[in-house]
């Protein structure tokens, strides 16, 4: 990265967009949307198997006890939260010739897809202590290195377009082609889950571990090499970008809808990451089902959840965004409320529970896509009350406090889970006691219904609307043209 001005590339595919821009050619080509979103296919398998399995992976596989490992992962998510402010600071203020938030992908890719396979292939032969010290290091460099792309990543996708829909398309578009990671998660899940139970037709899970690594690599480089080719960036954003560091920041906490949404999100966050963390444990020692019935309930899921996004958009479009996000936040606390009595140990894993444990995992997934599709777009509404105010863009600065809330929640939640697994008496491997199975279950009912509760009540008083965002462009379109 040098510190001369970018040089904005022209092509007919990405024309260069100004604050006013007639709305009919505010519309992203879909070309565009398309490279954008290609890099979500690796970030998806990626985190789909760290969130599911890779806990676990650690404590069965690696033998490193559930608290440490808790506070390995807790530890190198409050570093990544910390690093956040500054990755969001310095791609707000970055020039370059392949632009600010392109030049930080670029330099990151490749790192972090190593981060990934120095994670899920130690050498063999190590465990216990030595393992620790092992992913404790590469936790370090995954988490760093997640945050220099990822932070970039988001903030390009919120700068794209000015339009109050097309951010919806957007961000739809981008959780869709992620569900192809998710599906190719899926896969391997299965295969993690053999491997683990001594199936003889599936390679050992360290092997299975390096064809991992070596997949989200090339996943994630190939995503970033499309974006780059395919999606510009908006060169007069370059001309108001942040002067002060912490100002930045304190502009987002200013900020009234930004602080609301942070806040909903938090408690979002906590509820995910718990569920995922526990899922794995859940499987084998409360349900007691096969390897493929695991993997058909995360399928499920990922069906569910892609399946759903052309609906939110649509519904987003007659009923606002924040009204159906907070609709679906009240339904998925009831959801994850009968989960516990759907999944509860005294009921016996006949193919009708199996059946309705699918239907209803079909379901959080349809309505946790709220989230993904809506939330994002929600944010990008957010930054122009922003700008409106300041008169600076600061997109990095905005995506870094919501990567800095969702990793901290994160941390919380894994910290949490590892401590409530050695209170209650965990045991890798063995069959665990009654009250491990009851500490299961509330961790992906109770618990994620509680959040979900609190997160639908915080975001009643939302008010940043269809209406207040076109008065918000129509200002800052007089200043562009003045």
Not at 79 to 98: E, I, K
Not at 197 to 220: E, H, K, M, Q, Y
Not at 425 to 449: K, R
């Amino acid at each position: 990265m040098s510190a001369t001005p970018e040089t904005p590339r022209a092509t007919p595919e990405t024309p260069r967009a100004t604050p006013d821009t007639p709305r009919a050619s505010a519309l992203l080509p879909r070309s565009v949307v398309l490279c954008y979103a290609l890099p979500g296919v690796g970030l998806s398998f990626s985190f789909l198997l760290m969130g599911l399995y890779f806990l676990k992976y650690a404590t069965d596989v690696l033998l490193i006890a559930p608290a440490l490992m808790g506070l390995l992962v807790a530890v190198s998510r409050f570093w990544d939260a910390v690093s956040d402010p500054l990755a969001g600071y310095l791609s707000d203020r970055t020039r370059s010739r392949f632009g600010r938030r392109r030049s930080w992908m670029i330099v990151s890719a490749l790192p972090f897809g190593l981060s990934l396979w120095m994670l899920w292939s130690p050498p063999g032969g190590i465990t216990g202590g030595l393992a620790a010290v092992w992913v404790g290091v590469g936790l370090f460099l995954f988490y760093t290195t997640y945050t220099a792309y990822s932070v970039p990543y988001g903030a390009l996708g919120v700068e794209l377009s000015h339009d109050y829909h097309d951010r919806t398309r957007l961000f739809a578009w981008r959780q869709g082609i992620g569900a192809l990671g998710m599906l190719f998660g899926v896969g391997a899940y299965y295969l993690l889950l053999e491997s683990e139970r001594g199936s003889a037709s599936v390679p050992s899970p360290r092997a299975l571990g390096t064809g991992i690594g070596v997949f989200a690599s090339v996943a994630i480089c190939a995503g970033t090499l499309a974006l780059v080719l395919g999606v510009g960036e908006r060169s007069e954003y370059q001309q108001r970008r942040p002067t002060r560091v912490f100002g930045a920041f304190g502009d987002v906490l200013i900020n009234p809808h930004a602080r609301r949404l942070l806040v909903v999100q938090c408690t979002h966050y906590v509820s995910v990451a718990a569920l995922a963390l526990v899922s794995a444990y859940l499987f084998q020692y409360v349900l007691r089902v096969p390897s493929s019935t695991a993997a058909l309930l995360v399928a499920c899921f990922a069906a569910g959840t892609v399946s759903a996004i052309p609906l939110w958009v649509v519904l987003s479009r007659r009923f606002g965004k924040h009204r159906c996000w907070s609709a679906a936040l009240w339904c998925l606390g009831v959801a994850y409320g009968l989960l516990y009595f759907v999944l509860d140990e005294s009921v016996a894993a006949t193919p009708a529970r199996i059946a309705v444990t699918a239907l209803l995992t079909a379901l959080l997934g349809a309505l946790q896509s709220s989230h993904f599709v809506l939330s994002h777009s929600m944010q990008a509404d957010v930054i122009d009350w922003d700008e409106e105010r300041t008169g600076e863009r600061k997109e990095g600065a905005y995506l870094a406090a919501l990567s800095f809330v969702e990793k901290c929640s994160a941390a919380f939640a894994a910290a949490a889970v590892g401590i409530v697994l050695d209170l209650v008496g965990y045991a890798p491997g063995q069959e665990q006691n009654h009250a491990t199975h009851v500490a299961l279950l509330a961790l992906v009912s109770f618990v994620p219904a509680g959040c979900h509760f609190l997160a639908a009540l915080l975001l009643a008083g939302f008010g940043l609307g269809e209406r207040e965002h076109a008065r918000i462009r129509e200002v800052l379109a007089e200043r562009g043209n003045g």
